[in-house]
């Protein structure tokens, strides 16, 4: 074998290795992708869509909500973002039913998932076949107009004693709106599951208790 054979094989060599850690490169990327395409699909599979938490003023909606997102990450929304018109001070005009819920409805088709925090209950027919899990909180009047209280003075720096006095209501549903017998009502007629959780429960392990239904979720309308 002449040197310029020698060389020349030894030139494909140097070149012919590059080459193949890059094909073996592509491949392995190759593979991970189909296996996180895979675990994607199964997490997504497992894991509801939709996700309500509703319930009274100062039940601990939103920071309910907030926690769950985080866990399942998520997006979350607040039905009163939709509910009210922009404004300052906020929370002054009601906007149209039905673009509400269109407007919530698309936000919510626009993540693919997302945990709702808040009431839809007169306006929200068209979300409602959209949720696979509705959870409900139940927390004495007194906590709740004590937590009322603090968010309020926090957000716009006093409590205002109209707001406070539709809260207390909410038990007696003694004036038009979002009342306790209400909410049941609505509740009972609802097609995926419903979680009801009632009484000063930490946020820990209300999220425990979320899980576990998550996990327990199957095609049967349920209340637990």
Partial sequence: ???????QKLSGSRISAPICQIVWTLVMYGRWQTCFRQAESEMTKDTPRYILITGAAGSGTTTLADALAKELNTTHLEADDFLWLPGNPPYQQLADKTQRAERLLQQMHCHGRAVVAGSVMGWGQPL????????FLYVPVELRLERLKRREVKRFGEAKPE????????DQGSVPGRSL????????????????????ISVTDRLRHIRDAINGLNPAPSII
């Fill in 1 to 7: 074998m002449g040197r310029g054979q020698i060389n």
């Fill in 128 to 135: 409602e076949s959209e949720f696979d899990l509705v959870v």
């Fill in 163 to 170: 707001f406070l006095a539709w809260a207390a209501q909410y």
């Fill in 181 to 200: 017998a209400r909410h049941r009502q609505w509740l009972s007629g609802l097609a995926c599951t419903v979680l009801k959780l009632e009484g000063d």
